[in-house]
């Protein structure tokens, strides 16, 4: 397949094509096929859901991307295509395990929030020295220069004193911070796509709606397209441009996110969307009404 | 019958429960070794609420604001530091369970039972569900042998279990079902009142609406009382006849569901209903509740 169409220009592309992704588990049980035949795109500066329940393959196929699948887990097929205006094309699942490129793409093209902001987080490092890492790794400067650009970056994820901060450990922050200290380290290096793998659920809808705003934020900010690891329909529609609806290991429906939630075409996605507090709540609501308007109906 | 006075809500008829002035506080204490309290943390602050019979009482707020204190401090799973907790016995007499001791408190606490939130740490690993089921009428001496067999029997039954399950370990179930296993173990004992502690947070939207499914019906089948601690306010408004809000150990408001979500009073119920991710694109949430919150704080208490 050739890169692009002659007269489409580059920066139009998206961003991130996967096509047909195939991983499975080989457990002493047999083959567990965990994702099979994912495709789907990301473009630049958008953002794309990712959604399904627990077990659904919507975080494997997260981890596939910035090549987190350990053993017995294996990518076994399929290709994911990083168009980087920084580094040019990469197919992220050709990488070696071992090649300089694959770190170049973890953490600094591609990076990553993760649900529980205590398991990226060390324990014993400060959480200044964590985010400076992460810039020491993928920029070229010093010491200083890190600490000042990590102070930086802590306040424009609203953490106040950040200097004092910096010295602080995980365990001295309160869950929504730790969450924005994530957001920090994931954001520092300006990468292209950032994975954000149900960055809310383990916080209040407050701090939720405080963490999602910061990520729509920087996202403009930085111009970078996120995809977003979710089986929260609410938050879909609050950040999503497009969604992919998984379902064992399969993308069952994928499209615009009003046109998927608004008119689901797939049993799976009307299923799924009907098992919405707020929709069954509608749903009685409108068959007592129904219930009550009968009688009237009779007298009149 | 002296009912407690004064009532909180729209309970008009005998109140099962009768939460009065229920305060739990924690000392702060300074760091060395001659440690002394410093400063005192109102996890719990002066709260009061009725629940009537077979009612269904929501206690939503954040993390922090007291709501799973509260329903420890209303089982006495923990000491209350001040307050009453008047419990209504299947007999009519009425028990302040705040200052029960602890001796006359154990036969009494067969009627009032927990369904915790995670149904991973909260099973036993080591007993078979059988066990587990039947754990509590071993304790309390209410059923040994074979009458004890068929009691477990019936209630995963109840639940939706087979019987055959009864003789596998919790970690062959996935969360759901391992959640209808904390409910068994909560419904073998008949009680009358059973506090649910985030008990559909661990799980998935599918999932959750058959978890409330059952609880629904158990409700009208065995004309339950739930004090229902959530922090989805989703969940709480198809699930719960009336809501307390709670913010800082206290309750802001408290009121029937329907109101709670249409008319809301206090400001802050406001700002947490705004907060909440609609799954209409077109509904857009509220992302500034930070700067809300902040304004909220700083604005003078009445």
Known sequence: MSDADPGTDPAHLPLLEVENLEVS????DGVVPAVQGVTFSIARGRTLALVGESGSGKSVTSYSILRLIQPPGRIVGGRMLLRSARAGDIDI????????????????????????????????????????????????????QARGLTIEMLKKVGIANAEQRYDHYPHELSGGMRQRVVIAMALVCKPELLIADEPTTALDVTIQAQ????????????????????????????????????????????????????????????????????????????????????PAEVKS | MNAPNGHVGAVTVQPLLSVRGL???????????????????????????????????????????????????????????????????????????????????????????????????SLNPR???????????????????????????????????????????PHAFSGWQRQRIGIARALIMKPSLIVCDEATSALDVSVQAQVLDLLKELQREFRLTYLFVAHNLDVVRNFCDRVAVMRKGRIVELAPTTQIFAAPQHAYTKILLSAVPSPDPDVRMNFNVGEELAKLDAAPQP
């Open chain 2, 127 to 169: 007993m078979t569900v059988g066990d587990i089921v039947g754990e509590p009428l071993v304790i309390h001496g209410l059923a040994r042998g074979e009458e004890l067999e068929v009691r477990v029997a019936e209630v995963l039954a109840r639940v939706g279990l087979k019987p055959e399950h009864r003789l596998r370990y």
């Open chain 1, 25 to 28: 588990f080989f457990t002493p």
């Open chain 2, 23 to 121: 305060c739990k506080h924690f000392p702060v204490m300074s760091r060395g070794f001659c440690s002394k309290v410093v400063a005192v943390v109102k996890a719990v602050d002066d709260v009061s609420f009725d629940l009537a019979p077979s009612e269904t009482l929501g206690l939503v707020g954040e993390s922090g604001s007291g709501k799973t204190t509260t329903a420890r401090c209303v089982l006495r799973a923990i000491d209350p530091s001040a307050g009453e907790v008047f419990f209504r016995l299947p007999d009519g007499r009425m028990v302040d369970l705040a200052t029960l001791p602890a001796r006359e408190l154990k036969p009494i606490r067969q009627h009032a039972q927990m369904v915790f939130q995670d149904p991973y740490s």
């Open chain 1, 93 to 144: 699942a050709q990488l070696g395990e071992e090649s300089e490129m694959l770190y170049k793409v973890r953490g600094g093209l591609v990076s990553m929030i993760f649900q529980e902001p205590m398991t990226a987080l060390s324990p014993v490092h400060t959480v200044g020295s964590q985010i400076a890492e992460a810039i020491l790794i993928h920029q070229k400067l010093n010491p200083t």
């Open chain 1, 211 to 294: 963490i999602l705003g910061l990520i729509k934020t920087l996202q403009r900010e930085l111009g970078c397209s996120v995809l977003l690891i979710t089986h929260d329909f609410g938050v879909v529609a609050q950040m999503a441009d497009d969604v992919a609806v998984m379902y064992r290991g399969q993308i069952v429906e994928r499209g615009d996110v009003r046109a998927v939630l608004k008119n689901p075409q797939h049993a799976y996605t009307r299923a799924l969307l009907d098992a919405l507090p707020s929709r069954r709540h509608a749903a009685l609501q409108s068959a007592r009404a129904a219930a009550e308007l009968a």
